[in-house]
């Protein structure tokens, strides 16, 4: 494309306003001439926003699978005293399937920018009662006790801290969009 004048004097005569005092502004569409101080920066920014992010994603999913590996024999024996065997293995997926659900829940709703607080509430709820769970199989000295029901509390708290970055990432893209000039308003 070549350079071009935009011609802001003869549309304030077209629709009856004086053109006095205003100069034409000279817009130069070539790739050459684009500006390039801003990009680098700005694409460093990205790498890191989407390094961090995928850290984030790693931590948790770690952090998740820990927390299910960990509390999955504490819940399985309270199950043990009322089902049967081969039912009380599967007994932790009664406490982690809706937990999970509602977590796959929020994350969707935080990629759209949106709040889910009955998605969180049922995390909550199942987290409290995987942690109750975990704690009355346990003996009851505190260390032990915390040993067994920390693991669910430690999945929201970086599900949540996960949510809260995708939400800042959102926002961040969404202020990026507002702010970038529009050339088509121009042509």
């Known amino acids: 494309m070549q350079s071009r004048t935009v011609g802001v004097e003869a549309l304030m ?13 000279v817009i130069d569409d070539r790739p050459e001439h684009r500006s390039r101080t801003a990009r680098p ?6 790498v890191m926003g989407s390094l961090i992010g995928f850290l984030t994603a790693a931590v948790v999913t770690v952090a998740c699978i820990l927390g299910w590996a960990i509390s999955y024999h504490p819940l399985q024996n309270v199950a043990l005293s009322r089902l049967p065997r081969n039912l ?3 007994w932790p997926v009664v ?4 937990w999970m659900a509602a977590s796959l829940s929020v994350l969707r709703a935080a990629l759209g920018g949106r709040k ?5 509430t049922i995390i909550l709820v199942f987290a409290g009662i995987a942690s109750a769970l975990c704690i009355v199989d346990t003996p009851s000295t505190m260390p032990e006790a915390v040993v067994a029901g920390l693991p669910p509390v430690t999945a929201v708290v970086c599900l949540q801290q996960m949510v809260r970055q995708l939400l800042a990432a959102r926002q961040v893209s969404q202020d990026d969009v507002r702010q970038a000039p529009s050339h088509r308003a121009s042509r």
């Open 13 to 25: 005569q077209e629709i009856g306003l004086p053109a006095a005092g205003f100069h034409p502004q």
């Open 116 to 120: 889910v607080a009955n998605s969180w």
């Open 88 to 90: 009380s293995q599967y």
């Open 41 to 46: 920066a700005g694409r460093r920014a990205d």
């Open 95 to 98: 406490i982690y399937g809706p």
